[in-house]
């Protein structure tokens, strides 16, 4: 089924460690985001591409990095885990970066940091 | 940054009443769309408006969105345990940041 393809679904990290959260989308879609959620915090965004080629930080982007690798892939890279980075992660694509155009989310990827 | 303040938080009903929820900013959106999230999966997208006082109905739901583009409501009618899940508001105020802010959602639960 067409969509957004994320990888793994679930990982328990050691602080210190470092990840690598992989997000793939099949609709030639132009935008891709990572968000992550948690209890009474809602979806935050953490890094966008709104093309490929282009990065940006979102509203927390503290602790993290991505790649956008093609237009298809876009990562999310945790160089050195903390609790604080307990949460949900999921990443999301757009046709376009332009408003109106609606989000398509992965699953999402649940982390949790001991 | 923009706020989307989401009305109620939780919402308990029985199976056939009819509800609704309530999306509300101090900002002005180009356009606002609601999403609904079920246990362990990502948010789907029911509906984008973007004119003011526009009104878009899919199924038992309707969707308004304020005629100042601030605010719009979500209203379910004769809800079945099928809608339970948490509806997200999300807006963008365009120009040069077409970014979604998401609301914090209301949890709905149908019970049979």
């Known amino acids: 089924n067409a969509g957004v393809t994320q990888t793994p679904k679930f990982q328990v990290l050691k602080t210190g460690q470092s990840m690598t959260l992989q997000c793939a989308q099949d609709?030639?879609?132009?935008?891709m985001y990572w968000y992550r959620q948690d209890p009474g915090m809602g979806l935050r965004l953490i890094y966008y591409?709104?093309?490929?080629?282009?990065?940006d930080k979102g509203e927390v982007p503290n602790g993290y990095n991505v790649s956008r690798l093609n237009k298809r892939e876009f990562s999310l890279r945790l160089e050195s885990a903390a609790p604080s980075q307990t949460s949900v992660y999921f990443c999301?694509?757009?046709?376009?970066?332009?408003?109106?155009?609606?989000?398509?989310f992965g699953s999402g990827t649940r982390l949790t940091v001991v | 940054t923009q706020l989307l303040e989401q009305s109620p938080q939780f919402l308990s009903i029985q199976e056939g009443e009819n509800l609704t929820v309530y999306c509300n900013s101090s900002?002005?959106?180009?356009?606002l769309q609601w999403y609904r999230q079920e246990p362990g999966e990502g948010p789907v997208l029911l509906v984008t408006?973007?004119?003011?006082?526009e009104v878009k109905k899919l199924k038992r739901l309707t969707f308004q969105f304020g005629d100042a583009r601030k605010d719009s409501s979500l209203h379910i009618t004769a809800a079945q345990p099928g809608d339970t899940g948490l509806y997200l508001c999300?807006?963008?105020?365009?120009?040069?940041?077409?970014?979604?802010?998401f609301g914090k959602g209301t949890l709905l639960t149908v019970n049979p």
């Open positions: 900002s002005v959106f180009s356009s």
């Open positions: 591409s709104a093309s490929e080629g282009t990065t």
């Open positions: 609709m030639n879609h132009n935008s």
């Open positions: 999301a694509s757009s046709e376009s970066f332009e408003a109106n155009y609606g989000y398509t």
């Open positions: 999300a807006g963008n105020s365009g120009g040069s940041n077409y970014k979604l802010t």
């Open positions: 408006v973007v004119t003011g006082g």
